[in-house]
Nanobody
Framework: QVQVVESRGGSVQAGESLRLSCAAS????????IGWYRQAPGKQRELVATITSDSTTNYADSVKGRFTISRDNAKNTVDLEMNSLEPEDTAVYYC???????????????WGQGTQVTVSS
């Protein structure tokens, strides 16, 4: 089983920055894509950013130019640097890891518990 653990979020004022970290681990697992998603009250869960094992990134249009995702393959950790935060960024943020067993061929998705980010105006 792959464990996905997110760092604690927090409350900030508009215009400030916050960094989230995600650690994915699993004995005898190969971890491919790690991404961040978020869900605001009354809204569907949406993609924020993803990063592959070769550091290819993908961002939602709403966060391009403000958020940066990075990865340390040796540690299987991913950081999400969030700059110029706005009230619309308020949500529960979830980390997701896609992984498979070394001896297998099928990938599964593993989710963290989520962490709250609140941005006040």
């Amino acid at each position: 089983q792959v464990q996905v653990v997110e760092s604690r979020g927090g409350s900030v004022q508009a215009g400030e920055s916050l960094r989230l970290s995600c650690a994915a681990s699993g004995r005898a697992f190969s971890i491919n894509i790690i991404g961040w998603y978020r869900q605001a009250p009354g809204k569907q869960r949406e993609l924020v950013a993803t990063i592959t094992s070769d550091s290819t990134t993908n961002y939602a249009d709403s966060v391009k130019g403000r958020f940066t995702i990075s990865r340390d393959n040796a540690k299987n950790t991913v950081d999400l640097e969030m700059n110029s935060l706005e009230p619309e960024d308020t949500a529960v943020y979830y980390c997701r890891a896609r992984a498979k067993r070394y001896i297998g061929s099928l990938y599964n998705d593993y989710w963290g518990q989520g962490t709250q980010v609140t941005v006040s105006s």
